[in-house]
């Protein structure tokens, strides 16, 4: 499975940007898709995942009311949207699509796509 990110970039604090990651080369698919993030001299931590069909959603505290996730029902393309963006959100923003075969669970990530937001 090839997981591929993009839309990151430099933005000013309280600017917007789009994140997208696409999913390929598996005939499953992604059961549960999420974005990741890594910032300087920090743990990854999750900031949104949404399962197959986009029925349920969940978000990191810090980003609720400002990030929304979505996926194309049917594919494995995910989008993270990003408003009022802040200085703390600057970090390496990564895609996970987790596939089951059978009884166990296969994470496949992305390479990641740096977001950085000047104050």
């Known amino acids: 499975v090839h997981v591929v990110e993009s839309g990151g970039g430099l933005v000013q604090a309280g600017g917007s940007l789009r994140l997208s990651c696409a999913a390929s080369?598996?005939?499953?698919?992604?059961?549960?898709m999420g974005w990741y993030r890594q910032g300087p001299g920090k743990q990854r931590e999750l900031v949104a995942s949404i399962t197959s069909g986009g029925g349920t959603t969940t978000y990191a505290d810090s980003v609720k009311g400002r990030f929304t996730i979505s996926r194309d029902n049917g594919r494995n393309t995910m989008y993270l949207q990003m408003n009022s963006l802040k200085a703390e959100d600057t970090a390496v923003y990564y895609c996970?699509?987790?596939?089951?075969?059978?009884?166990?669970?296969?994470?496949?990530w992305g390479q990641g796509t740096q977001v950085t937001v000047s104050s």
């Open positions: 996970k699509c987790r596939t089951r075969r059978e009884i166990f669970d296969y994470d496949y």
């Open positions: 080369g598996s005939t499953f698919s992604c059961n549960v």
